[in-house]
């Protein structure tokens, strides 16, 4: 429980709810606008999914580009070069340009690659082990080879976000925010009082409960995803993944990060020792060398999945200072650059130059929530 005489230091009149990369991205754009915010973080700094995601850039599919937050992607994969060459991504957070090799094991997944890529970019077999040496070929059809990825450590990117920002960060929860004539006027944190003109909800999948103190349905829910990270000797670099969403990546502290699962178990962030199991069985199959490998860490987070899996991103209808950034699923890392931009944007011009918010906002789901 919060002591009630606590004195927390002034805050910004720019209030972020929430330490992970969504929040971190708005603070860092808005600090390149001229705007220093305060971050409000219940636990830690990336302490969700922003912590513990596997951190791929993936470069976006043809498919993908079909995807309302398509050119999202595009955009921000774009803006990951750039950051990481203004704030030494290498050196700070372990950016990484990388090739990524997506799978195919049966003959409908072939299709679908095919079918995707052309013909041109699919590689058999042979050519892809060959291409990734962490491949069994004859455990695999073939699969096409992505240029222009990139990986990174989400948890130290989130960091360095915040720090070339400038931001306060405050670990505490937002108790209530504070409207007046429709609206933003303050936050109560901790017990206490602060006048704020804006306030960000990036509360990833707690940003439901967050959106309450605004009287706001906001419909995105927890999914929840294991990794492995484990020492294997002789690992080779570089990256795999399958159609599931499965994937194997050798990071650059050394460890090679190997999951994932899509859990719907609501708020439970604990990893289990059955999809331990199951990861290292199907990893096993692909890359007989994981079976090896030793786990030294197994971790848990939540994706924040919003009802049509595409974020959530613009003003909170009704509350004039209020914003929304959430719903970025398995992508938010990739995805973090351009929404913290465009939001940013938002908040300093009235409308976004960079990204056509419309299909983003909170109002597409007028129909179902009342
Ligand atoms: C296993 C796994 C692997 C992934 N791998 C990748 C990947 O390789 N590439 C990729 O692009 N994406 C990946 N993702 C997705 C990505 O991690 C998420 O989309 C992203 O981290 C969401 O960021 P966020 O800031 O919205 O939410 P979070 O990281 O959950 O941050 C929200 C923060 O808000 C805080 N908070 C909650 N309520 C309050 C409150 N009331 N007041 C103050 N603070 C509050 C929480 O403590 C939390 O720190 C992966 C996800 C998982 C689960």
Redesign the pocket.
């Known amino acids: 429980m919060p002591e009630p005489w606590r004195i927390l230091p002034r805050m910004r009149d720019t209030v972020i709810?929430?330490?992970?990369?969504?929040?971190?991205a708005t603070a860092y754009y808005l600090s390149l606008r001229g705007i220093e915010s305060t971050v409000?973080?219940?636990?830690?700094?990336?302490?969700?999914?922003?912590?513990?995601?596997?951190?791929?850039?993936?470069a976006p599919t043809p498919a993908d580009l079909r995807q309302p937050w398509g050119s999202l992607a595009g955009q921000s994969l774009a803006l990951h070069f750039d950051v990481a060459a203004a704030l030494d991504g290498p050196a700070t957070y372990d950016f990484e340009p990388i090739d990524t090799v997506l799978i195919a094991v049966s003959e409908p997944e072939r299709r679908e690659l095919l079918q995707v890529f052309g013909e041109a970019a699919w590689r058999d077999a042979a050519a892809i082990a060959s291409r990734c040496p962490w491949l069994q070929a004859s455990a695999i059809l073939g699969g096409v080879v992505r240029r222009g990825s990139a990986q990174l450590d989400?948890a130290r990117f989130t960091q360095t976000l915040l720090d070339a920002a400038r931001a306060e960060v405050i670990i505490?929860?937002?108790e209530s925010i504070a409207v007046a004539s429709g609206s933003v006027t303050g936050v109560v944190v901790a017990g206490a009082s602060h006048s704020a003109s804006t306030v960000i909800l990036?509360?990833?999948?707690?940003?439901a409960?967050?959106a309450t103190l605004l009287g706001v349905e906001v419909p995105v829910s927890p999914?929840?995803?294991?990794?492995l990270r484990m020492e294997v000797s002789n690992a080779p670099d570089g990256a795999f993944s399958d159609l599931a969403g499965n994937y194997v990546v050798r990071k650059r502290n050394g460890l090679i990060y190997t999951?994932?699962t899509e859990e719907d178990v609501g708020f439970d962030e604990r990893p289990t020792a059955a999809v331990e199991r199951q990861i290292l069985a199907s990893a096993s199959a692909l890359a007989p060398i994981i079976a090896g490998g030793k786990v030294v860490e197994r971790?848990?987070?939540?994706?924040?999945l919003s009802a049509d899996g595409t974020p959530i991103i613009g003003a909170v209808p009704g509350v004039t200072g209020a914003y929304l950034?959430?719903g970025?699923?398995?992508?938010?890392?990739?995805?973090?650059l351009a929404t913290g931009r465009a939001l940013a944007e938002l908040i300093t011009h009235g409308e976004s130059e960079s990204v056509d918010l419309a299909p983003f906002s909170l109002q597409r789901f007028a129909a179902e929530v009342p």
């Open positions: 709810l929430g330490g992970g990369v969504i929040g971190a409000v973080e219940r636990r830690a700094v990336a302490s969700g999914a922003s912590g513990t995601a596997a951190g791929l850039l993936s989400p505490a929860t937002a990036a509360a990833g999948p707690w940003t409960e967050t999914l929840k995803g294991q990794i999951g994932t971790t848990a987070c939540l994706r924040p950034a959430t970025h699923g398995r992508k938010g890392i990739l995805l973090s």
